[in-house]
């Protein structure tokens, strides 16, 4: 797969068969589960670690892990070239902004209520600017159970966010981080889609994360905390945020990005539904939070709308799905 991506060779299609489907279908849900385990890891980091260390450790750690894993697949050099143009920079600084708006959700919104914004950047934001973007992909958004999907998705998203977590009333800063968490997702993504059509995924989220790094401490003196907090983390802590770093920035992207180029660009974001349904359970399992039956029933709506709109897709296999560049967009794939 790597060496498709170095020469240049045609990427593998929705309509290689049922195979690359189900796989894509299981790289998509298996992200799900990595960046839904993001909320009750920096909770549990929360004590130990201020919001500047826990801005920062993840990045370090997820970068390190993602650049050894590119330097096996002899991407490592690419992902330092790429570290040379300004757009790198600019995904890097998405991608900052898009754990800001994520960590601030989580401390004022809960992660529940936070695992929502990003299904929408995913589910609803994604797919609409793929159609913009890129004119073969709007027949797909137009089709009926694409759209019933989408709606369907986002109906069982919503019902497991009022079920599972008191909405609340929003003030304060909390207003900011309404529209930023799923604008940062979605423009984060679709920027490094872009990239991925012209580059090994691996050299450009090794490249994306590690210059998160630098710009993170560039800011830890801006956050609370400080730089000088991250020489006072606990033990505890820095584990639990080596392990969101691992999740969130090496596994969860690579499993994403595999599921991108297996079956296309607007298929996997469907499936980050699951991400706050497991968010949901886990915040049942690991932090006390009950499911009260209106949650519950939020599950199998998402979960049903997302296979709707997997077959809307599949279903218009003599369009191609693969990448944006082969469509004549020029752009094409990107975790949350």
């Excluded at 296999?317 to 560049?325: L, M």
Aim: proline letters at 8%.
């Amino acid at each position: 797969m790597e060496q498709s991506l170095r020469t240049g060779a045609a990427r593998p299609s929705v309509s290689d068969g049922r195979g690359a489907v189900r796989a894509a279908v299981a790289c998509s849900l298996g992200a799900a589960f990595l960046w839904a385990l993001y909320y009750p890891l920096v909770i549990g980091a929360r004590a130990g670690a201020s919001p500047a260390a826990t801005i920062v450790y993840p990045f370090l750690f997820g970068g390190i892990a993602y650049l050894v894993h590119a330097g096996r697949l002899g991407t490592a050099r690419r992902a330092f070239a790429l570290g040379r143009h300004p757009q790198g920079w600019g995904r890097a600084g998405l991608l900052v902004g898009m754990q800001l708006s994520v960590l601030a959700g989580t401390y004022l919104l809960g992660p529940v209520d936070t695992s929502l914004l990003s299904l929408i950047g995913d589910v609803v934001a994604t797919p609409l600017l793929v159609a913009a973007l890129w004119s073969s992909h709007r027949g797909r958004i137009g089709t009926a159970p694409f759209t019933l999907g989408l709606l369907l998705s986002l109906a069982g998203g919503t019902l497991t966010i009022a079920g599972g977590q008191a909405l609340g009333i929003v003030h304060g800063p909390g207003w900011a981080v309404l529209p930023a968490v799923p604008l940062f997702v979605a423009v984060y993504f679709l920027l490094s889609a872009q990239a991925n059509e012209r580059e090994p995924p691996t050299a450009v989220v090794a490249q994306s994360t590690g210059a998160a790094v630098l710009l993170s401490l560039a800011i830890s003196p801006l956050l609370p905390g400080g730089l000088a907090s991250l020489g006072s983390v606990s033990p505890a802590a820095l584990l639990l945020l080596a392990a969101t770093g691992v999740t969130t920035f090496w596994l969860g992207p690579f499993l994403y990005f595999t599921a991108i180029e297996r079956a296309g660009i607007a298929i996997p974001p469907m499936l980050m539904t699951g991400i706050p349904v497991f968010t949901l359970l886990l915040s049942a399992l690991l932090l006390g939070v009950g499911l009260p039956w209106v949650a519950v029933a939020g599950i199998p709506v998402a979960i049903g709308g997302a296979l709707l709109t997997l077959r809307g897709e599949s279903g218009r296999r003599g369009a191609p799905t693969g990448s944006a560049g082969s469509s004549g967009g020029g752009g094409g794939p990107p975790p949350r």
